[in-house]
């Protein structure tokens, strides 16, 4: 059996029993056990000859109203953030606070509506940075590896194309990563992600798996070149795609809700948008979807150390 408990240090094999120890100050502490909040430490004094209890209660998590758990979100890798908190003007603050220059500008901000901790794309428009963002190109290109994280509503399941909910492009014909809702002239109720115009460039969860609901959709690019979607937590579309990060056209900027020539709007609701520059692992995706849109981020990580390699041998990059 698993040890449950620890008695000074030492584990033990289960709760319920009895454990002869020497007299004086002892130390009981419970093991993790998945699912439940670990309970605090308890240091009783043991009289010699006298058998003392001790309880530890496991408790469930606490929930917000929404029923996610009330636990931190990941912030390994984390270069950007929008929790779209600001609800005031034509500005969708990054609250990362990694790098500068990404903070998004609302083309049209009569077109949107902010709520509580929400904005809502009522009409067709963009928000963008207001240049390339270097920052996040030079992390992305470091490791090879990126993570696209929102938490949407779609205001309807019949726009395509796909429409842009995340996009680092420039038109319909050119983008360096592309996270949408539909195929291109076909079903609207499913995500696709796309990773540079080369060849076989799109990935498309199977119809169905997009509604209107609150819904987690996240897309990664491993850095041997897998990218997986994920739709509340769960893979469903991964390969290998072509395309590196390494020959991403860094003059392109960031967008919201649109491609940067004003095409493939799309209408719904943000409640949360977040940049990685790694490819976030199952477990964590699970601890994001978990925590919910309106969970704390932890101050993120440094930056990664230099891949020199990838510099060296791309031809764009070198060593210093």
């Given at each position: 059996?698993?040890?449950?408990?620890?008695?000074?240090g030492?584990?033990?094999?289960?709760?319920?029993?009895?454990?002869?120890?020497?007299?004086?100050?002892?130390?009981?502490c419970?093991?993790?056990?998945?699912?439940?909040?670990?309970?605090?430490?308890?240091?009783?004094?043991?009289?010699?000859?006298?058998?003392?209890?001790?309880?530890?209660?496991?408790?469930?998590?606490?929930?917000?109203?929404?029923?996610?758990?009330?636990?931190?979100?990941?912030?390994?890798?984390?270069?950007?953030?929008?929790?779209?908190g600001?609800?005031?003007?034509?500005?969708?603050?990054?609250?990362?606070?990694?790098?500068?220059?990404?903070?998004?500008?609302?083309?049209?901000?009569?077109?949107?509506?902010?709520?509580?901790?929400?904005?809502?794309?009522?009409?067709?428009?963009?928000?963008?940075?207001?240049?390339?963002?270097?920052?996040?190109?030079?992390?992305?290109?470091?490791?090879?590896?990126?993570?696209?994280?929102?938490?949407?509503?779609?205001?309807?399941?019949?726009?395509?194309?796909?429409?842009?909910?995340?996009?680092?492009?420039?038109?319909?014909?050119n983008?360096?990563?592309?996270?949408?809702?539909?195929?291109?002239?076909?079903?609207?109720?499913?995500?696709?992600?796309?990773?540079?115009?080369?060849?076989?460039?799109?990935?498309?969860?199977?119809?169905?798996?997009?509604?209107?609901?609150?819904?987690?959709?996240?897309?990664?690019?491993?850095?041997?070149?897998?990218?997986?979607?994920?739709?509340?937590?769960?893979?469903?579309a991964?390969r290998?795609?072509?395309?590196?990060?390494?020959?991403?056209?860094?003059?392109?900027?960031?967008?919201?809700?649109?491609?940067?020539?004003?095409?493939?709007?799309?209408?719904?609701?943000?409640?949360?948008?977040?940049?990685?520059n790694?490819?976030?692992?199952?477990?964590?995706?699970?601890?994001?979807?978990?925590?919910?849109?309106?969970?704390?981020?932890?101050?993120?990580?440094?930056?990664?150390?230099?891949?020199?390699?990838?510099?060296?041998?791309?031809?764009?990059?070198?060593?210093?």
């Amino acid at each position: 059996i698993d040890p449950l408990v620890s008695v000074d240090g030492v584990p033990r094999d289960m709760m319920g029993t009895t454990i002869a120890v020497a007299a004086g100050e002892t130390t009981v502490c419970g093991e993790p056990v998945t699912g439940y909040v670990t309970p605090s430490c308890q240091t009783v004094d043991v009289p010699a000859g006298v058998t003392t209890r001790v309880g530890l209660a496991y408790g469930l998590p606490q929930t917000d109203d929404e029923g996610f758990e009330e636990a931190p979100r990941v912030s390994e890798g984390l270069v950007a953030l929008y929790e779209f908190g600001d609800g005031s003007d034509g500005t969708i603050t990054d609250t990362a606070g990694v790098v500068e220059g990404m903070d998004l500008t609302i083309a049209n901000p009569a077109a949107v509506t902010w709520g509580q901790g929400t904005l809502t794309f009522d009409q067709p428009t963009i928000a963008t940075t207001d240049g390339a963002p270097t920052g996040l190109y030079e992390r992305v290109q470091t490791t090879g590896e990126f993570t696209v994280e929102a938490w949407i509503e779609a205001d309807n399941l019949t726009q395509n194309g796909p429409a842009r909910i995340v996009s680092l492009g420039k038109d319909t014909s050119n983008a360096n990563v592309v996270v949408g809702q539909g195929s291109y002239q076909g079903a609207a109720d499913l995500i696709e992600a796309r990773h540079q115009r080369l060849g076989d460039y799109q990935l498309p969860t199977a119809e169905g798996t997009l509604t209107t609901d609150l819904t987690h959709v996240v897309a990664t690019r491993a850095e041997d070149g897998t990218v997986t979607v994920y739709i509340d937590g769960q893979a469903q579309a991964s390969r290998a795609m072509e395309g590196d990060p390494a020959d991403w056209d860094t003059s392109y900027r960031l967008a919201l809700g649109a491609e940067l020539d004003k095409s493939r709007h799309w209408l719904g609701t943000y409640h949360l948008v977040a940049l990685y520059n790694g490819a976030l692992t199952p477990d964590q995706i699970t601890t994001n979807h978990t925590a919910g849109p309106t969970a704390d981020t932890p101050q993120p990580e440094p930056e990664p150390e230099p891949r020199w390699w990838r510099r060296l041998f791309k031809g764009r990059w070198w060593w210093w």
